[in-house]
């Protein structure tokens, strides 16, 4: 399942990421392959965290869903940038949670994914199922879904190792449109909503990046708890105790 939240996220806040990132995106663009930049947000260096801007994407949104979502203890589980060099090929098809089986036994993780541009077909943005989108209200039925087979690949290009097989994938995207976001604008989708991207067919790195939440009763890991988040105190730049 899936679903277009109503939010968007200020464009100060995307400039001031993008400012930010602008190492990771320069390096993009000599790369044609995709820049996760896993550590942006959270870093040890408390000095250089992002933290404060991982607060202000949060505030965009998150009241928006905070009482659909159904999770004991939400938490931000991890964060990623998703910065697309200039002619990397699209992802393969997969679903998340043939990711996290053994992180989240009992399926809670949902990512947000954002556009920090417009996304067109041609900078490689997101490909969904129509048939699979619901409203905002509809995402309290989030991970109630089934998965499918999946096979390992590590040469498979494109960053995601796990995918559904070449026939089954095939069949699937026949049903499958890509999803125009502008600036701003986010979508979220449970962990057992089969995505893929397009290549980017472009001379510059597609923008973007995923806020993936989940239910933190008896993990060990996550980056944060939200009520940590809300409560950040933005100009000492530490990162609260879990």
Request: aromatic fraction near 8%; include cysteine; charged fraction near 20%.
């Amino acid at each position: 399942m899936w679903c277009r939240l109503k939010s968007r996220i200020s464009a100060g806040t995307i400039d001031a990421l993008l400012e930010r990132a602008a190492d990771l995106i320069s390096n993009a663009q000599q790369d044609n392959s995709i820049t996760f930049g896993k550590d942006f947000f959270g870093r040890i260096d408390s000095q250089n965290n992002n933290l404060d801007l991982l607060q202000r994407l949060h505030q965009d949104f998150w009241p928006e869903i905070a009482d659909i979502v159904n999770l004991k203890l939400p938490v931000v589980d991890h964060t990623s940038l998703l910065i697309k060099g200039a002619g990397a090929p699209g992802t393969a098809l997969h679903q998340d949670r043939a990711y996290w089986v053994s992180r989240d036994p009992e399926p809670t993780i949902f990512s947000v994914w954002i556009a920090l541009e417009d996304l067109t077909e041609e900078k490689g943005g997101l490909i969904l199922t129509p048939a699979n989108q619901v409203s905002v209200d509809g995402m309290s039925a989030f991970n109630t879904g089934s998965i499918i087979e999946h096979t390992q690949d590590y040469k498979q290009a494109g960053g995601f190792p796990i995918t559904v097989p070449v026939a089954a994938a095939t069949e699937m995207k026949q049903s499958m449109e890509f999803i125009s976001l502008a600036k701003g604008e986010a979508l979220a989708f449970d962990s057992f909503e089969a995505h893929t991207t397009g290549p980017n067919q472009t001379t510059t790195p597609r923008l973007a990046m995923k806020i993936a939440y989940s239910d933190g009763t008896d993990k060990d890991y996550y980056l944060m708890r939200t009520d940590q988040l809300v409560s950040l105190e933005t100009d000492a730049g530490n990162r609260p105790d879990q």
